[in-house]
């Protein structure tokens, strides 16, 4: 039920600090969920066969420190079990005996025609059914997110090609990009502690600009990402002290 992969930091994955960004970890998570579930026969090929397709519903991620640039790390990443509708994955990152940083994601399979969520059976995951610990148990707390606070900044982004994904919408790693950029401009660190989204909607190819809202949270802020009148993820961070 698990896989690991080693990386190192390479230069693209750094911001000017000679640390990896934000959005670079999700992307290291990213990769290694593709690369389990293609290996274990529930990715997007052999879903993609019956019409299916995973979401991204929700991330949760702690951080304790950003490795440095050509440093050494490893993503582990496992299955979390499933309850009615909702998938779990389970992510870690480490350099040697140290744990960088950890994360949980929830997950829905849809049928891509109607994108309607399907429910979840021991069927889907047969691949790795006899190995120990199968089912796994799901997580006993799921983050919830404030939703209606009242933004105090406001910061537009211009969306480029690169930001979209082959399934033609912003790549849910992009999402932390922008907050990266928010942050920034309000003289924040882009790299929090705790990072926590919620997906809420789809931005097409045909939206040119999103709109980041950010309040003060305890220890952090509150986020909103979204174009228009439409509300696409709500998150939150606090914010890292040190490395």
């Not at 109607?114 to 790795?128: C, I, K």
């Not at 105090?152 to 090609?161: A, G, H, L, S, V």
């Amino acid at each position: 039920m698990e896989l690991r992969l080693p990386f190192q930091v390479d230069y693209f994955l750094v911001g000017a600090d000679n640390r990896m960004r934000l959005s670079s970890l999700l992307r290291l998570f990213q990769e290694a969920a593709i690369r389990h579930a293609d290996k274990r026969g529930f990715g997007g090929p052999d879903l993609a066969l019956k019409g299916w397709g995973w979401v991204l519903y929700k991330l949760e991620a702690e951080i304790f420190r950003y490795p440095l640039f050509e440093e050494e790390v490893e993503v582990t990443t496992r299955i979390g079990g499933w309850k009615g509708m909702k998938a779990y994955r389970h992510f870690e990152l480490r350099s040697k005996e140290e744990t960088l940083a950890g994360a949980v994601s929830v997950w829905s399979l849809i049928d891509v025609a109607s994108r309607r969520p399907l429910p979840l059976n021991e069927e889907l995951f047969s691949s790795v059914a006899s190995q120990p610990g199968f089912p796994p148990a799901v997580p006993a707390r799921e983050w919830k997110p404030a939703r209606d606070f009242q933004p105090q900044e406001e910061t537009r982004i211009t969306t480029r090609w690169s930001d979209f994904d082959t399934n033609g919408h912003v790549n849910n790693t992009t999402y932390a990009d922008y907050l990266e950029t928010a942050l920034v401009r309000q003289g924040e660190s882009p790299r929090p502690s705790r990072f926590r989204i919620q997906y809420r909607q789809e931005i097409s190819r045909q939206v040119g600009e999103v709109r980041v809202a950010l309040a003060a949270a305890p220890g952090g802020w509150f986020f909103r990402v979204g174009y228009g009148d439409q509300v696409c993820a709500v998150g939150e961070t606090a914010l890292i002290t040190g490395g």
